[in-house]
């Protein structure tokens, strides 16, 4: 994690990182041009030290975390493994284990952002498509399974946008997600995301966006241009 370009009036923030061994003690205040960079810098942090640091023969726990000058938290995340015996048996733990937490507290609520709720139960890829759909203006919610994704839509009614792989845990898949949020909640924009399967003509709803993963920012962005047209 580093400075972006100039320092010159740029805030100031702490950063401290659990690299699996313990968290570290805050280190030099770091500038950032605004949260969203720190925040941006924090999830890069943690995808690589997912990537880079992962063992094997343990439980491991990953941490980062961003606060501002005056010392309030504006995000926290964490991401927790299980011990694997052979690196080609690696998979996400159950929907009962916290594998990936993500806090975020933005200091200032003046900007109305439309809301996006992505489900997705592979950590990693969490962590990339929240960037690129923060990016494009949204503010976005996470749901590890369909069950939670379907409970957030049920306890909010700002949602604007719901993106879900098709292959998701829960009492349904992502397919059936996309329907059930196209029958109860028609005015949302729906994105599906699948980087094995590739859905026929007439398998999902209408005005539904499918995307290939791997997809570039640029290909979700342009998805999610047709809001609030859709």
Not at 23 to 43: S, V
């Amino acid at each position: 994690m580093g400075d972006h370009g100039s320092k010159k009036n740029m805030p100031i923030f702490n950063v401290r990182v659990d690299a699996g061994e313990g968290p570290d003690e805050l280190g030099d205040p770091i500038h950032f041009p605004h949260d969203k960079a720190a925040r941006e810098d924090a999830q890069k942090a943690l995808a690589e030290m997912e990537r880079d640091g992962m063992p094997l023969d343990r439980d491991t726990h990953f941490g980062v975390e961003v606060a501002d000058e005056a010392g309030r938290r504006i995000y926290k995340a964490s991401l927790d493994l299980s011990q694997q015996t052979d690196p080609s048996e690696f998979e996400s733990t159950t929907p009962e284990i916290a594998t990936l937490s993500v806090e975020v507290r933005e200091r200032s609520s003046s900007m109305s952002m439309p809301i996006a709720l992505v489900a997705e139960d592979e950590p990693i890829l969490m962590i990339q498509g929240v960037s690129a759909i923060e990016d494009a203006g949204f503010e976005v919610l996470e749901a590890r399974n369909t069950d939670e994704a379907i409970a957030v839509l049920e306890g909010r009614d700002d949602i604007r946008v719901v993106v879900t792989d098709l292959q998701m845990t829960g009492s349904m898949d992502g397919m059936k997600l996309a329907r059930a949020v196209r029958d109860r909640w028609p005015p949302i924009l729906i994105i599906v995301l699948s980087g094995h399967i590739k859905p026929k003509m007439g398998d999902l709803p209408e005005n539904v966006t499918f995307l290939s993963k791997p997809y570039s920012d640029n290909q979700m962005h342009r998805a999610l241009a047709s809001w609030p047209s859709s």
